[in-house]
């Protein structure tokens, strides 16, 4: 099992900025695909930004040139670095991390972090 703790949520006006940070530990074998989703209340989930192994990143149109996802691989640690937020941002913000064990796919999910966007 792989656990994922976030922080860095909160509450931050418009035009305000957050950093969501992501931890993985335990069974780690080979993490390819580490990013961030967010659902915001009576919506799906859906995917704000993602980055592979090889720093390869996709990001939810409406927040490309905002926000920025990055990796630490020496700490297992996924980041989104959130700028000019707008109220349309509100949401519970998730992590998500996929690696393979053993030829074996897996995927984690964290708790998620709260983010509101309101003056």
């Known amino acids: 099992q792989v656990q994922l703790v976030e922080s860095g949520g909160g509450l931050v006006q418009p035009g305000g900025s957050l950093r969501l940070s992501c931890a993985a530990s335990?069974?780690?074998?080979?993490?390819?695909?580490m990013g961030w989703y967010r659902q915001a209340p009576g919506k799906q989930r859906e995917l704000v930004a993602t980055?592979?192994?090889?720093?390869?990143?996709n990001y939810l149109h409406s927040v490309k040139g905002r926000f920025t996802i990055s990796r630490d691989n020496a700490q297992n640690t996924v980041y989104l670095q959130m700028l000019n937020l707008k109220p349309e941002d509100t949401a519970v913000y998730y992590c998500n991390v996929q690696q393979l064990r053993f030829g074996v796919h897996e995927e984690y999910w964290g708790q998620g972090t709260q983010v509101t966007v309101s003056s």
């Open positions: 980055i592979t192994s090889g720093d390869n990143t």
């Open positions: 335990g069974s780690i074998f080979s993490i390819y695909t």
